[in-house]
Nanobody, 122 residues
């Protein structure tokens, strides 16, 4: 099993930046794809970005492309989400998750963290 713990969320003004972290522990040798998702109140959980653990390939939702950057530190078993030019519509609970292949569907990811709140004020 892999355990995931997110951190780095907070309150920021529109146009500001945050760096989210997701630290993995347990069977980290089994990591294949790490994804970030977000869920706003009353909305479905949506894909934000993902990265292939070994090759570093990345994928982004159109809504964050050019503003968010996903990266990983394999030695620390940690994945990051650098969120720049934040907008009020980015406000949500942000989760990281791990899966065996890339997908933008939450159901394809098997392990999830508890989430970190990002609030962007206008």
């Amino acid at each position: 099993q892999v355990q995931l713990v997110e951190s780095g969320g907070g309150l920021v003004q529109a146009g500001g930046s945050l760096r989210l972290s997701c630290a993995a522990s347990g069977r980290t040798f089994s990591l294949s794809v790490m994804g970030w998702f977000r869920q706003a109140p009353g909305k479905e959980r949506e894909f934000v970005a993902a990265i292939r653990w070994s090759g570093g390939n990345t994928w982004y939702a159109d809504s964050v492309k050019g503003r968010f950057t996903i990266s990983r530190d394999m030695a620390k078993a940690t994945v990051y989400l650098q969120a720049n030019s934040l907008k009020p519509e980015d406000t949500a609970l942000y989760y990281c998750a791990t899966g065996t292949y890339f997908s933008n569907a939450p159901n394809d990811y098997r392990a999830w963290g508890q989430g970190t709140q990002v609030t962007v004020s206008s």
